[in-house]
Structure formats: structure tokens, C-alpha cells
């Protein structure tokens, strides 16, 4: 018990608990959700799109990509082991560019973990910063975004399967729970073990200690895209909806 005292009391003197670099980077306090840039073809206040439009998914589901140079060879293959993931379970295609108009860049130096959701014409970025990102399932996360996803953790029909304990989120980001007003249901339930479900305590003012995300069902234990090492088979299920194959 004196033990416990003397930890809460060195804790407390230390101040809030480390956060995780690898979920650090996936709380950018400047993004929406933490980790997502933008939304193709969506005005601000409009952004809740869990699945965007057919005009925002990539054509035939191919995915012309370029790596920025600052990617390592090391890095390269990490990513290029979360595309074989999209590969072996979708009919979605990472493909290095051939002169596509519309490509995504991915650059590991960058700050952050990052992608916009959806295709947004031109080049467009996915950041997987070499500082907290380079894992199977971060990158997976990202190219998710990249193809027209939100997270789960938002989804409209959240609040059946978890609570949003906000007496624990850091000040000033709450807005990172807001439920998705314009979603588009791709037919699969809510899945805790969902890729794009953030851990228990995403943006927690207490990392570690005090749960922000609290599965209604308490056999549940949530966990953060960089501790998962594949999509969900509903992921997978979903995205072959969205891309009608
Ligand atoms: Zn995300």
C-alpha cells in the first residue's frame, strides 16, 4: 500500500503519464480526429462523412503511390507489408504510380501520423513519420483513411458499444469524440478489433490510467491501431463493399 502511495505520489509529481510516441502521433491536437488532414470535396462543419461519396473513391480501386525520399528502405517495407494486407483481403490495389493524375505521396518526415480521407485530386500526402509511425498497423489505419474511411470510434451508432468518458480528455479535445452526422453504412456492426478503432485511452489526460473509450461490454479491451498487425475481417468486408467487388 505505501508502495502504491509512493508511485501515485511520484506519478503525480511527474506529472501526467507518458503518452506512447506511437500513439503521440496519432493525436496530432491540429487534425481532426487526430490523425486525419482533410476530407475530399467536403466543406467545413460537413466533414462527418464516416464513407464518402462514389466521386471520392479512388478510381477501380487502384491506388497509384510514390514514396517521398526521405523513405528508408526499412520503412518501404513495413508500409509495403501493410498494402499486402489490402492485397490479400480487398480488391483495393496500392500500385506505384505510372503518371496517374491522382497519387498519393507517403513521406516519413513529416510530423505525424496522417492521411486525408477519401481521394482528393492531384497528390495528396499520408504521413508516417519516422518518429511513431512506422508500424504495420498505423500505416494500415492511414491507407484506410486514404481510401474513404472514418474511424470507428465515431461511427453513429458508437454510443451502443462504448462510452466517451470526457472527465478524462485532455481540455480542448473533445471534439476528437464528435460522432459522425453524414456516414454511409457499409454493411458490418460496430467491431471493437476494427483497425479503426482507437485504444482506451485515446487522449487521455491520464495515458495508461484513466480510460477515455469504455466498451460497454467489459470483456472487451481496446487497443490502438499500432498494437494491431492486420484490418479486421469486417474491415475487409467494408472495404470491398465501398469498392463494389
Ligand atoms: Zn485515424
Given at each position: 500500500m505505501k508502495l502504491l502511495l509512493l508511485a501515485?505520489?511520484?506519478a503525480s509529481v511527474a506529472g501526467t503519464p507518458t503518452i506512447p510516441q506511437a500513439a503521440k502521433a496519432m493525436y496530432n491536437p491540429d487534425l481532426s480526429e487526430g490523425d486525419i488532414k482533410g476530407i475530399a470535396g467536403q466543406e467545413p462543419g460537413h466533414e462527418r462523412a464516416a464513407i464518402l461519396g462514389d466521386q471520392y473513391l479512388w478510381?477501380?480501386?487502384?491506388?497509384?503511390?510514390?514514396?517521398?525520399?526521405?523513405?528508408?528502405?526499412s520503412e518501404q517495407s513495413v508500409i509495403l507489408d501493410g498494402m499486402a494486407d489490402f492485397h490479400a483481403k480487398t480488391c483495393?490495389?496500392?500500385q506505384h504510380r505510372s503518371g496517374e493524375a491522382d497519387y498519393i505521396e507517403i513521406v516519413t518526415n513529416d510530423s505525424g501520423c496522417?492521411?486525408?480521407?477519401?481521394?482528393?485530386g492531384g497528390q495528396q500526402r499520408v504521413s508516417l513519420d519516422t518518429y511513431g509511425c512506422i508500424y504495420i498497423g498505423t500505416v494500415i489505419h492511414e491507407l484506410m483513411h486514404a481510401i474513404g474511411f472514418y474511424h470507428e470510434h465515431t461511427r453513429n451508432d458508437r454510443d451502443d458499444y462504448v462510452v466517451i468518458d470526457f472527465s478524462h480528455v485532455i481540455s480542448g479535445m473533445e471534439s476528437n469524440f464528435n460522432k459522425d452526422t453524414y456516414w454511409r453504412y457499409v454493411g458490418e456492426?460496430?467491431?471493437?478489433?476494427?483497425?479503426?478503432?482507437?485504444?482506451?485511452?485515446?487522449?487521455s489526460d491520464n495515458w495508461g490510467i484513466d480510460a477515455t473509450i469504455v466498451p460497454t461490454d467489459p470483456n472487451v479491451i481496446l487497443?490502438?491501431?499500432y498494437d494491431k498487425y492486420e484490418m479486421a475481417q469486417s474491415d475487409a468486408n467494408e472495404i470491398n463493399t465501398l469498392y463494389s467487388c
Open positions: 501515485a505520489l511520484v478510381s477501380g480501386g487502384v491506388v497509384p503511390y510514390v514514396f517521398g525520399s526521405s523513405v528508408s528502405s483495393v490495389r496500392f496522417w492521411s486525408y480521407v477519401g481521394t482528393i456492426d460496430y467491431n471493437y478489433a476494427s483497425i479503426m478503432h482507437y485504444g482506451t485511452y485515446a487522449f487497443t490502438e491501431a
